[in-house]
């Protein structure tokens, strides 16, 4: 039987205005790596940080799908107004932000974390409350801080975060990391 494709999730910011001149070349570039290493990328099927990753994964011949926070693609595209553009798939969820953020962790392998803001923070925090393999993108962009300062403060441990500036080394960390766990038998809790 052929084992499952790894799907690694990415999040990060819709608007990226306050991200930096590097932050769309960057976002490419991890989700081409996340093609080029052969896992699937995930998203919130959103536009900004997400979105240029996942058309980074198309632009290597990746497979690239969305969960959306809307109950239909007409909700998704007239009242989120969130682009359809690169992805294969899309999942309707109806959950509205929160929900669709649980899901799109759950879906996952590991979650990258990019430029981001409050949605985003809400993603890597499930993420790390699940002891989830957690890549943390560093940039030009405060939110690899952020999170420093909310690791440094949560009172929780989560071996399984990697700091990483370059999304190749990123990408092939967390997929080590993975098949490591695959290979030890090791089940998360996804709570």
């Not at 536009?47 to 990753?53: D, E, I, K, V």
């Not at 899309?90 to 959950?95: C, D, K, N, Q």
């Not at 990258?112 to 962009?141: D, S």
């Amino acid at each position: 039987m052929k084992a499952q494709r790894i799907t690694i999730s990415v999040s990060g910011a819709a608007e990226v205005a306050h991200c930096g001149a590097s932050v769309i070349p960057i976002a490419k570039e991890l989700g081409r790596e996340i093609a080029r290493q052969g896992a699937q990328i995930i998203t919130g099927a959103t536009s900004g940080f997400p979105m240029y990753a996942a058309e980074g994964a198309k632009e290597a011949g990746g497979f690239s799908f969305g969960l959306s926070p809307a109950a239909s693609k007409k909700e998704h595209l007239e009242v989120y107004h969130l682009p359809l553009k690169a992805l294969d798939t899309v999942i309707y969820t109806g959950f509205g932000f929160p929900g669709r953020d649980l899901m799109l962790v759950r879906s996952s392998d590991a979650v990258v974390i990019g430029c981001g803001r409050i949605g985003t923070i809400h993603e890597f925090t499930v993420a790390w409350e699940a002891n989830m393999p957690l890549g943390i993108l560093e940039g030009e962009w405060a939110t690899d801080e952020v999170i420093q300062n909310i690791i440094k403060n949560g009172n929780r441990e989560n071996p399984n975060i990697i700091f990483e500036k370059d999304p190749k080394t990123m990408v092939e960390k967390l997929i080590a990391m993975i098949k490591k766990k695959e290979e030890n038998g090791e089940v998360e809790v996804r709570l």
